[in-house]
């Protein structure tokens, strides 16, 4: 099955814009592969930012974006606030254009606002 | 609103079987793909299986192949994973997913 890959870990100031990036083993990440992040907090589930690439969930603020770039998917966070300190993941579909089919997280990225 | 409540984790020994179970409700379930996801102490997210909407199609990570059996029940809104011959490195919370919704979690801890 494909690897998937983040930056293990990165820093952005309270105010700042930080940009995580997620990665395929099999090639450029595209639409296809319907790409969605996750933020977690310690001792909490994971909680739905952005799907299908750069669908935002409704409850989710607007300082989170998700987009491709470089051949890869991409999380932007602009105008970072304390309580974005968390750990961040991206799961990538294997299926083709017209099925889910096997999916696949990163390894996550820690992010600390500080 | 949507909600996903697992049951039916708890203690097993190596080589033994549980069933989780995932109830739903407030949204259409019979139209969505469902996922289970784990996550072992300390440790990130590990996608584990998903099932399409009438059940004919499933897909499993590798390390579960043969061994796990995902399956729904479209008139009970019901999501289940059937483990059989469970390992040390089974042991974690195991959360049910559709559509960006997560439920709470189950834990599953494999030890003699």
């Known amino acids: 099955q494909a690897v998937v890959t983040q930056e293990p870990s990165l820093t952005v100031s309270p105010g700042g814009t930080v940009t995580l990036t997620c990665g395929s083993s099999?090639?450029?990440?595209?639409?296809?592969?319907?790409p969605y992040w996750f933020q977690q907090k310690p001792g909490q589930a994971p909680r739905t930012l952005i799907y299908?690439?750069?669908k935002r969930q409704s409850w989710i603020p607007a300082r989170f974006s998700g987009s491709l770039l470089g051949g890869k998917a991409a999380l932007t966070l602009s105008g970072a606030q304390p309580e974005d300190e968390a750990d961040y993941y991206c799961?990538?579909?294997?299926?083709?254009?017209?099925?889910?089919?096997?999916?696949?997280f990163g390894g996550g990225t820690k992010l600390t606002v500080l | 609103e949507v909600q996903l409540v697992e049951s039916g984790g708890g203690l097993v020994q190596p080589g033994g079987s549980l069933k989780l179970s995932c109830a739903a409700s407030?949204?259409?379930?019979?139209?969505?793909?469902l996922s289970w996801v784990r996550q072992a102490p300390g440790k990130g997210l590990e996608w584990v299986a998903n099932?399409?909407?009438?059940?004919?199609?499933?897909y499993y990570v590798d390390s579960v192949k043969g061994r796990f059996t995902i399956s729904r029940d479209n008139a009970k809104n019901s999501l289940f994973l059937q483990m059989n011959s469970l390992r040390g490195e089974d042991t974690a919370v195991y959360y049910c997913?559709?559509?960006?919704?997560w439920g709470l979690g189950a834990l599953v801890t494999v030890s003699s």
């Open positions: 997913e559709v559509q960006g919704y």
């Open positions: 407030g949204f259409t379930f019979r139209s969505y793909w």
């Open positions: 099932i399409n909407q009438d059940g004919s199609e499933q």
């Open positions: 099999t090639g450029p990440v595209t639409s296809g592969h319907y």
């Open positions: 299908d690439t750069s």
């Open positions: 799961l990538l579909s294997f299926g083709g254009a017209h099925d889910v089919g096997a999916q696949v």
